[in-house]
């Protein structure tokens, strides 16, 4: 009961603020009418957990609607990311939900983490919506983005992108997590996207050790050292915690 009532109130909270910050993050986007010149993401600085959130650049191979759809894609990730610090620092350790993904692992590696995700330098990264390495093109079904091999700090973001992506308003209507995957939600998606690039990952630190939903559980309780090293744990971290807070029971 108690932690139904907690997590009510941290619901609650985060709605209002959460609204403010949509209202207030409707500035638009310049765009500039140099066609080689790419646009950046404009966000008002008071996001609700996030004091400086840095972004990448929307090249300017992704069309006005796409720079639109991935606007908002992005304060997804804001608001996810940002319902998974808020339950760090509130609940801690002990929390069933730390403990599920992260077992014994160090809470403070975590917080790292999520801080340096969202607010550290994404000078240079850069979205593009170019199939420049063909990937897309040769992966219709199965690539909804990739990370550039040639140059570390781009993404490309696949048509595929846009048309499967659900944003986070969508969970739970989608399925259960587990079956659907963190990933489904296109805020959650670009946050493992920004993990792919070396300066995210810290050259490799955090990486894809283990992938599978029904491996993810033995390795906290097995591997906690490498549990708050694992990509795949802070997306399903992430997603739990924010499903479990705007749905009641949440859908994991
Ligand atoms: C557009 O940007 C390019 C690259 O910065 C620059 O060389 C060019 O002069 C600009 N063109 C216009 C019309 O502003
Ligand atoms: C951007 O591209 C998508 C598909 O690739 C298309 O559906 C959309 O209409 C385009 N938007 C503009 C403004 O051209
Ligand atoms: C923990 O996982 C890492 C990465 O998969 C692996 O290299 C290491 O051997 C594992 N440690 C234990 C104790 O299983
Ligand atoms: C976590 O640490 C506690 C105390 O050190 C220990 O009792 C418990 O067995 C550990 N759990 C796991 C899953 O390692």
Redesign the pocket.
């Known amino acids: 009961m108690f932690e139904n009532f907690k997590v009510m109130k941290i619901t609650n909270l985060l709605s209002c603020t959460s609204l403010l910050a949509a209202i207030s993050l409707s500035a638009p986007v310049e765009y500039s009418s140099n066609a080689t010149i790419s646009s950046y993401v404009e966000y008002n600085s008071d996001i609700p957990g996030w004091a400086r959130p840095t972004f990448p650049e929307l090249y300017q191979t992704c069309n006005s609607t796409k720079r639109r759809i991935l606007q908002s894609f992005i304060e997804d990730s804001l608001e996810v990311s940002a319902y998974a610090k808020d339950r760090l620092l509130n609940y801690g350790a002990e929390d069933v939900f730390f403990q599920r993904w992260f077992g014994n692992g160090s809470i403070i590696t975590v917080l790292g983490t999520l801080d340096h995700l969202v607010e550290a330098s994404k000078a240079g990264f850069v979205f593009r919506c170019d199939d420049i390495d063909g990937l897309c093109l040769k992966n219709p079904t199965t690539y909804p983005g990739y990370h550039r091999q040639t140059a570390d700090k781009e993404t490309v973001i696949c048509d595929l992108f846009f048309q499967s992506k659900k944003p986070l308003v969508n969970i739970c209507y989608e399925g259960a997590i587990k079956d659907v995957g963190p990933k489904h939600y296109a805020g959650v998606d670009i946050l493992h996207r920004y993990l792919h690039i070396s300066s995210m990952n810290m050259n490799g630190f955090i ?1 894809e ?2 992938e599978e939903f029904d491996d993810l559980a033995e ?1 906290a309780s ?2 906690s ?2 549990a708050v ?2 990509v795949d744990s802070y997306l399903y971290y992430m997603a739990d915690v924010y499903s479990s807070s705007v749905v009641p029971g949440g859908c994991l």
Do not use: S
Request: glycine letters at 20%.
């Open positions: 990486g050790f283990v390795f097995g591997n050292t490498f090293r694992n």
